[in-house]
């Protein structure tokens, strides 16, 4: 990972008033969140950003590399700071399971609902099926007609997977 991506993908949000926006004025900046050790001190940067008003509104103009359900033109969330608090795995895990699963569910209940990452379902299929041990059980002589890939199938119906990479959530979470 080079610099300008390290310094480019870091969560932000563009700081703006509404009553410079009112007069014709974008004015502000943009303020990488992972400055901040919580709501409160970011707030506080935004203030002293907006000295020259006297009691200023807050305005998020526009935001990136976080995901958009803690987006608010007028505020930001406690909830975003915990987000941001995770490891880089985790929030991975839990944005893919928003984007792909529920973005209504809680970051503990898509990290529980992970079933891992595999180069495809087929792998997956057989790592299960031998983790499960369900081949184990099925004498020798009779797993030839054990029918994996219907049974791979029959899994992901309530399996979900996603476009990068064949990563797993349990649906039934």
Known sequence: MTITEITTNRPAVYVGTFAKYNAGSIGGAWLKLDDYTDREEFLEACAKLHSDESDPELMFQDFENFPEKFYSECDISDELFEFLEMDEDDR????LFWDNVDDSASAESALEAYQ????SE????????EDWGILAR????YQCYFDAKAWMRDQFMNFVHTSRGVHVFNSNY
């Open 122 to 129: 087929e792998d997956w299929a057989w790592e299960v099926l």
């Open 92 to 95: 991975q895990i839990v944005e």
């Open 138 to 141: 099925i004498p020798e002589q």
């Open 116 to 119: 891992g990452c595999h180069d």
